[in-house]
Structure formats: C-alpha cells, structure tokens
T-cell receptor
C-alpha cells in the first residue's frame, strides 16, 4: 500500500483554469505538507497542516488554497493558473516524532500552457 | 531564503568509487537530514543527524555535521548504479514543523 498517494500524477491545463491535486496518507500521521519543486529541483514548502489545522503558509499567492477534510487528507486547489505555476507538487506527511522526518508522495507534475 | 545549499551541483563517478556531497546552511538547527530523489519520484528519507552529533552511519552512508562551520557531508561508499539520484539536505531549524531543503546534488554512477 502506498503510504502517501497523490492524484493526479500528471496534469496539463491552460492558463486561467482551476485545478485540484489530492493527497492521502495512510500512516496515521498528524501533519501534512505541500511542497513545490521547480524546474531547477529547488524544493520549497508551501503549506503545512496539523490535524486539519493550518500551521504554515509560506507567502503563497491566494490563488492556492489547501483544504484538509481530515488529518489523512490534504488537497490543493489552484485558481486562475499561471505559467509560473508549472512545477512538481509534492505532498508529504510527518509522523510527529519531533524530528520532522517526512514521507513524500510521488509528486504531481503540473504543466500550464 | 533557501537554508541549505549542496555542493557540488552534479557529480559523476564510476561504480565502486565513493561519492561525497556537501551541504552548508545559514542558521542554527535542531537536526539535519539527507533525502534521495530518484528521477520522477518523491523524496525518500535516508538519515538524520542531530545538532549534538558529529558523525552517523547507516549502511554505506556516512554523514558528518560541523555546527561551527554550519556544514554537513554525505559520503556514499562503494557506489552502485542504483545510487544514481539527486540528494538533498534538509535542515530542521526548530520552527514549527518546518523542514527547509537545499537545491540538491545530482549524482550519476556509471557501471
């Protein structure tokens, strides 16, 4: 069973559209994250939720809205997509050992045309 | 701003050789971690070293940490083609659940 699963794996869309990426973890972790990896492989944290509560929002544009219906799910909705949103988006979770060791999903590659 | 920076950006070696990657960071940390990312996949946690530790081993991996120089190194001994991947250091600065990643080192191990 995949510990952290993201869907879709690939997403190609036009500028201006709205899209969502879903993430689910079956590890029983309390904390989940969204990271963005750009074309140069630089990985940047976007959001973090702890038990459905937003705890980190790293100056991400308002067009990005995370939603956590329960602690096993963290979805990312993006409005009015722009070319610069093209990237690979990774979901991750943290088991709460205090050391912030992350388990990542396989990533969702978003291409905005 | 980015916390960790890896050096070199890319490394190409032959199977059986050792690979050394370095990471520098800017602020104080609770721990430093190394992750591996195979092409098209998510990151996988390799090893964690705490701020009060200087060296740690796990299989063919050896990590050192020098907090006075704010730097860490990852040594992979007797490399294999399967070690080909990008390697990232990540620092836990003690901020609430916030792990900051460097830009990674791309390692290519040739058979």
């Amino acid at each position: 069973d995949t510990a952290v699963s993201q869907t879709p794996k690939y997403l190609v869309t036009q500028m201006g559209n709205d899209k969502s990426i879903k993430c689910e973890q079956n590890l029983g972790h309390d904390t989940m994250y969204w990271y963005k990896q750009d074309s140069k492989k630089f990985l940047k944290i976007m959001f973090s939720y702890n038990n459905k509560e937003l705890i980190i929002n790293e100056t991400v544009p308002n067009r990005f809205s995370p939603k956590s219906p329960d602690k096993a799910h963290l979805n990312l909705h993006i409005n009015s997509l722009e070319l610069g949103d093209s990237a690979v988006y990774f979901c991750a979770s943290d088991g709460g050992s205090g050391a912030n060791v992350l388990t990542f999903g396989a990533g969702s590659r978003l291409t905005v045309l | 701003s980015q916390q960790g920076e890896e050096d070199p950006q890319a490394l190409s070696i032959q199977e059986g050789e050792n690979a050394t990657m370095n990471c520098s960071y800017k602020t104080s940390i609770n721990n430093l971690q190394w992750y591996r990312q195979n092409s098209g996949r998510g990151l996988v946690h390799l090893i964690l070293i705490r701020s009060n530790e200087r060296e740690k081993h796990s299989g063919r991996l050896r990590v050192t940490l020098d907090t006075s120089k704010k730097s860490s190194s990852l040594l992979i001994t007797a490399s294999r083609a399967a070690d080909t991947a990008s390697y990232f250091c990540a620092t836990d600065g003690g901020g609430y659940n916030k792990l900051i990643f460097g830009a990674g080192t791309r390692l290519a191990v040739h058979p």
